[in-house]
């Protein structure tokens, strides 16, 4: 990545994990008194995205002169999963969780990387299928299931 990128990219990061810690400490603690509440897991999510921000502008402004002429901004591509994000949050609960992933994950893999469609196919449906049972069967969680028509 191109060192100014990584520079805001850290900056941002920093300013969104301790978003994070503060807005974490505001979360009543466990009615029981236990040690471990529900702001433990956000906190903590905060102190290390907070860490490897820190670590990322440590990187960027440790070598100055490093300028990566290859590395162009994919923009295309972006919008393109971008797009897909949206268009799964939009169709989760209309189509399912396996479907909807399943379509999001294939088109990701080839925007990222055309052709092994068949590895892409494989890989997608091997994904939301398993998490899907894990989730749903063996855990007794509850997503979307298949559409019913």
Not at 18 to 31: N, P
Not at 57 to 79: G, H, P, R, T
């Amino acid at each position: 990545m191109s060192k100014t990128f990584d520079r805001y990219a850290g900056i941002a990061f920093l300013l969104i994990g301790l978003l994070f810690v503060i807005e974490s400490s505001k979360i009543a603690d466990s009615a029981y008194g236990s040690a471990v509440g529900p702001k433990i897991f956000p906190m903590w999510l905060g102190i290390i995205l907070m860490m490897l921000s820190l670590r990322l502008l440590y990187e960027a402004f440790k070598n100055k002169s490093e300028v990566e002429a290859s590395d162009k901004l994919q923009v295309k591509k972006f919008l393109i999963i971008f797009a897909a994000a949206a268009l799964y949050a939009f169709l989760l609960e209309k189509i399912g969780y396996v479907i909807s992933t399943f379509l999001f994950l294939l088109l990701a893999f080839q925007t990222m990387e055309r052709g092994r469609i068949l590895v892409s196919t494989v890989v997608a449906a091997l994904f939301s299928g398993g998490v899907y049972y894990f989730f749903a069967e063996f855990l007794g969680g509850s997503l979307p299931g298949f559409p019913v028509w």
